[in-house]
Every structure is written in structure tokens, then in C-alpha cells.
């Protein structure tokens, strides 16, 4: 899941982030309402966590825009007021969910989880190509109804590669959405994980379906041939 966080309050941020990431989930952070407007038009996020009191442009303005521009991406208001007429000008505005600070990071990571779910119905709620099934929402993932046993980031990998089935995506485009646009590592970290993917998911099972796509990337087979 990739969640844009709009928070003024620094630590905030940082928890929420980290709290997500941990989970293996891509997240960016922006810091006023014009970057978190801009965020949230120009790039594609499965849920939006806005906080109302934001600098130059407050949360109920940045909504307005978005909900005017037909981004529909479901949003959760994060703030500081607890008055029910803020909750309620919140979702008039089209706030998909409103949680108060101080806050649970695990009620909030729960919550997202759900508004994702509800977000995204124009795509299939599991994944599917080659045997393999990818619950995003229960974050369980099976092969050929065996369970397959992954890690946050490895998780994160074959969905967006599920996401993408047939199609062969790059290094960068990988980095991007299973790290983050920030990641100013060793890009051969992709060749890494791609290599724990294939220890897991394939295999096992005697199949091939991770392709490296030579001068490309890697590309997840809708139809894998069985390994012979």
C-alpha cells in the first residue's frame, strides 16, 4: 500500500511512517498543505492521511481541491480537534474517516487498511496470476493454496509485481513503489529481493514465473510454465 502523510508536526510524521513502513508499506511525507495538495494530484497513493491545521493551505481546503479535481482516493483527517462539528465538516467535504490525536498507531494502520479496501473496487481485492493469491487487505499471500511465508518488503515486491502481471517494469519504477522516491541507496537491492522472491514463491514449486526482462527489468508471468 503507498500512503501519503500530510502532518506539520514532525514527530507525527515520523511515527506514522515509520509505524507504516515497518509494515512494509511505501509512504511519503509532506510537511504544509500546497505539497500535500501537489503529492496527491501528481502521483498515484491508495490513501491519504491529512491533518486539518496544516501551514499555507489547511486540510478542509486541500480536500476541497482534491474532491473538485475527481481525486477520489479515500483520505482519513488527522488532527488535534475532537469537536464533532469539525468531524462532521470533515466528511461533509468528503473525509472518508476522521481520527484524533492522540491516536492509536495500530487503530490507524487498521483504519487505513479498510479505507484502502474500500478505495480501490475497481480492482480485483486478491491478486492473482500463475497460482499465485495476494490478500493486500489480510496481507496473506499463497501459492497453489500453500502459504507462502514473506517479509514486509518482500510482500511489497510481489504485489506490485501481481499489480503489474505481464507487464515488464523497471528497476526505478520498483524502487519507487516498494521503497519510496527518496531511496538513495544501492539499486541493486532490487536484484536482491527479486532473488528472495524466487527462492519463495517459485522455487519451491518448480516454476519460472519472475522473468528478468534484459535491459528492462522484471516482469511476473500471467501463465508460468512448470519447471522441467
Known amino acids: 500500500m503507498r500512503v501519503l502523510v500530510v502532518e506539520d508536526d514532525a514527530a507525527i510524521a515520523e511515527v506514522v511512517r515509520r509505524g507504516l513502513s515497518a509494515e512494509g508499506h511505501v509512504v511519503d511525507v509532506e510537511r504544509d498543505g500546497p505539497g500535500g495538495l501537489f503529492a496527491a494530484l501528481e502521483h498515484h497513493y491508495d490513501v491519504v492521511v491529512l491533518d486539518i491545521m496544516l501551514p499555507r493551505l489547511n486540510g478542509y481546503d486541500v480536500l476541497k481541491h482534491l474532491r473538485a ?26 473525509a472518508d474517516d476522521y481520527l484524533t490525536k492522540p491516536f492509536s498507531l495500530v487503530v490507524l494502520r487498521a483504519r487505513l487498511r479498510a ?5 480501490t473496487r475497481a480492482r480485483p481485492v ?10 493486500p487487505a489480510a496481507h496473506t499471500a499463497t501459492r497453489d493454496g500453500t502459504t507462502l511465508t514473506l517479509t514486509p ?17 523497471t528497476k526505478t519504477q520498483i524502487l519507487e513503489n ?7 541507496g544501492d539499486p541493486n537491492i532490487v536484484e536482491v529481493y527479486i532473488g528472495y522472491l524466487r527462492r519463495k514463491v517459485d522455487a519451491p514449486f518448480g ?9 528492462v527489468g522484471y ?3 500471467d501463465d508460468a510454465p512448470r519447471a522441467t
Do not use: C
Open 69 to 94: 479535481r475527481e481525486v477520489w482516493t479515500p483520505v482519513l483527517m488527522l488532527t488535534a480537534k475532537d469537536g464533532e462539528y469539525d468531524q462532521e465538516d470533515a466528511l461533509d467535504l468528503g
Open 115 to 119: 479505507l484502502a479496501r474500500r478505495g
Open 126 to 135: 486478491t491478486l492473482t496470476a500463475s497460482g499465485i493469491e495476494l490478500d
Open 153 to 169: 518488503r518482500e510482500f511489497s515486491l510481489l504485489e506490485y509485481l501481481l499489480r503489474n502481471a505481464g507487464v515488464a517494469v
Open 178 to 184: 516498494v521503497w519510496d522516491s527518496a531511496y538513495g
Open 207 to 215: 516454476a519460472a514465473s519472475i522473468e528478468t526482462v534484459r535491459g
Open 219 to 221: 516482469r511476473l508471468r
